[in-house]
């Protein structure tokens, strides 16, 4: 059996959605899950893109504070929280605190080619 590993120090982080995007999943050449998911942060007073898309997602905040807003309502959010947001939900998180902000992102149900929800 070998240990597959995915390191901080040796990941790329991309910037995506108005912060530091490190995408986890799918994982070439390890696993092709039927969700996706990344680690996000958010610098102090930065917030992310407000954007919609075709899947579910969950956000499971691990370090900070901020507001998450979701269709024109918003709430404050910090870590241990976990948000749900439907299909196409327009939705973005706001980080007024000095330090970062940092999320797990995980989403699933997009409509393959065939219109067929995976």
Partial sequence: MTIHIRSQD??????EYGGQFRR??????????PWGSAFMSIAPGRASIEHSH???????????????HVDGEQTPV???????LPRFSKHNVENH????????????GAPDEAGVEG
């Fill in 10 to 15: 040796t990941d790329d982080v991309t910037n």
């Fill in 78 to 84: 910090k870590a241990g929280d976990v948000v749900y």
């Fill in 24 to 33: 986890i999943y799918p994982w070439s050449g390890v696993a092709k899950p």
């Fill in 54 to 68: 075709d899947e579910e997602e969950t956000f499971i905040f691990l370090k900070g504070e901020g507001t998450m």
């Fill in 97 to 108: 605190s000095d330090k970062d902000i940092e999320f797990l992102c995980i989403w699933w």
